[in-house]
């Protein structure tokens, strides 16, 4: 018995004005930590759907302001994760205290986002990308569905960390 062909469809993006600058310290399994330092990340989606009615996946005018939306809600932050074991944040007026082991950082509130992520890992802010756009599209397209989104945070060129989302 011959198996017939089956097809998919696809959308990738990656454009230049899809990044954010932002401050971040990863913690290594050992409790070691790096310094406080910032990356020009750069973001790359790739989105698997069924075609519409007009033959697309979604249109690329309508998602690229999305993820746009997304890099310059980021954009000029210190991202602090807010599920690790260890390091805290605190707000203290109108600062944030975050403290890891012997360290302690004072910055104004609104210059700290908090993510729900156990590291401020490449991997793991692409999962916090991934899921946020995925919360999103259902607003805006609640009959979607997705196949496949992977998301792309690169720190530096050549060095990203991906997330995938697979449907069932």
């Known amino acids: 018995m011959t198996s017939l062909p089956t097809e998919s469809w696809s959308i990738h993006i990656d454009k230049d004005y899809l990044k954010f600058s932002a401050a971040h310290f990863l ?18 989606v790739d989105l698997h759907t069924e075609l519409d009615a ?16 997304l890099c310059d809600e980021l954009d000029e932050h210190f991202l602090v994760p807010a599920k ?10 109108d600062s944030m205290e975050i403290r890891y082991l012997e360290r302690r950082y004072v910055i104004p509130a609104d210059e700290v986002i ?7 890992s490449a991997e ?4 916090w990308f991934g899921r946020t756009l995925l919360q999103r599209m259902a607003g805006i ?9 992977s998301i792309g945070v690169e720190e530096t060129p050549g060095q990203r960390g991906i997330w995938t989302h697979r449907q069932g």
């Open 54 to 69: 007009h033959g697309l996946v979604v249109n690329f005018k309508e998602i690229k302001p999305l993820v746009r939306a």
């Open 114 to 120: 908090l993510l729900p992520i156990g590291n401020s």
């Open 84 to 93: 690790h074991p260890v390091l805290t944040a605190t707000t203290v007026g």
């Open 141 to 149: 397209w609640p009959t979607l569905q997705v196949r496949e989104l």
């Open 124 to 127: 793991n802010l692409a999962s």
């Open 27 to 44: 913690i290594f399994p050992d409790g070691t930590a790096e310094r406080l330092h910032g990356h020009n990340y750069k973001v790359y």
